[in-house]
């Protein structure tokens, strides 16, 4: 089992990423799939999260508005467009991938910075 992500990066205030993660070795159609966020001496944090079937989504009272989390299940790749970014949005972003049957498995995780 992989969850691979890409597309952090350093970009400045008012920039947009693109975040990637790509899963393998599990029925990724069957997974509902999420987007975490850690910063240094914090605990990790829900950002969004999206179901099996790509039709409902959620976010975190900071992210509402600039982020979008989308998954592409004919290609085992779930995404997060990051807009607006701000300096406070600087952490490790964590691709997961949850069911209740079977359990979680975890991203390595992308560092994404936010600074001028």
């Known amino acids: 089992v992989q969850l691979v992500e890409s597309g952090g990066g350093l970009v400045q205030p008012g920039g947009s990423l693109r975040l990637s993660c790509a899963g393998s070795?599990?029925?990724?159609?069957?997974?509902?799939m999420s987007w975490y966020r850690q910063t240094p001496g914090q605990e990790r944090g829900l950002v969004a999260g999206?179901?099996?079937?790509?039709?409902?989504?959620y976010y975190g009272d900071s992210v509402k508005g600039r982020f979008t989390i989308s998954r592409d299940n004919a290609k085992n790749m779930v995404y997060l467009q990051m807009n607006s970014l701000k300096p406070e949005d600087t952490a490790v972003y964590y691709c997961?991938?949850?069911?209740?049957?079977?359990?979680?498995?975890w991203g390595q995780g992308t560092q994404v910075t936010v600074s001028s």
């Open positions: 997961r991938a949850d069911s209740e049957d079977i359990g979680t498995y």
């Open positions: 999206i179901n099996t079937g790509g039709d409902s989504a």
């Open positions: 070795g599990f029925a990724f159609s069957y997974y509902s």
